[in-house]
Nanobody, 131 residues
Framework: QVQLVESGGGLVQAGGSLRLSCAAS????????????WAWFRQAPGQEREFVAF???????YYADSVKGRFTISRDNAQNTVLLQMLSLKPEDTAVYYC?????????????????????WGQGTQVTVSS
């Protein structure tokens, strides 16, 4: 069974930065070990979980318009880990951030932006940006 463990959340002032990480362990239902595609989502109180960023097996990153130019998603295949570097944080970035993983056999070129497209989720890490 795959486990995703996030770290790096916290409290920061507006304009500050944080880096989130998420590490995968275990095997998928199909027996795969290495995550093929990763994503970050976030969920603010009273809001639906929303897409933030996606990275495919080739390292191509895709972003929600609200974070484009401020957030960078990257991956470390050797460590089976995904990172989210967040710069110029705003109070509206406050949310619980979740990593999500896919073990796809094919190359994903159109990023998965929907919650239901992911089988594996981390427990979430709180990011709070004060004004």
């Amino acid at each position: 069974q795959v486990q995703l463990v996030e770290s790096g959340g916290g409290l920061v002032q507006a304009g500050g930065s944080l880096r989130l990480s998420c590490a995968a362990s275990g095997r998928s239902f199909s027996g795969a070990v290495n995550v093929s595609d990763w994503a970050w989502f976030r969920q603010a109180p009273g809001q639906e979980r929303e897409f933030v960023a996606f990275i495919n097996r080739r390292g191509s990153g895709y972003y929600a318009d609200s974070v484009k130019g401020r957030f960078t998603i990257s991956r470390d295949n050797a460590q089976n880990t995904v990172l989210l570097q967040m710069l110029s944080l705003k109070p509206e970035d406050t949310a619980v951030y979740y990593c999500a993983a896919v073990f796809a056999q094919h190359l994903i070129v159109v990023p998965y932006r929907q919650v239901h497209e992911y089988d594996y989720w981390g427990q979430g890490t709180q990011v709070t940006v004060s004004s």
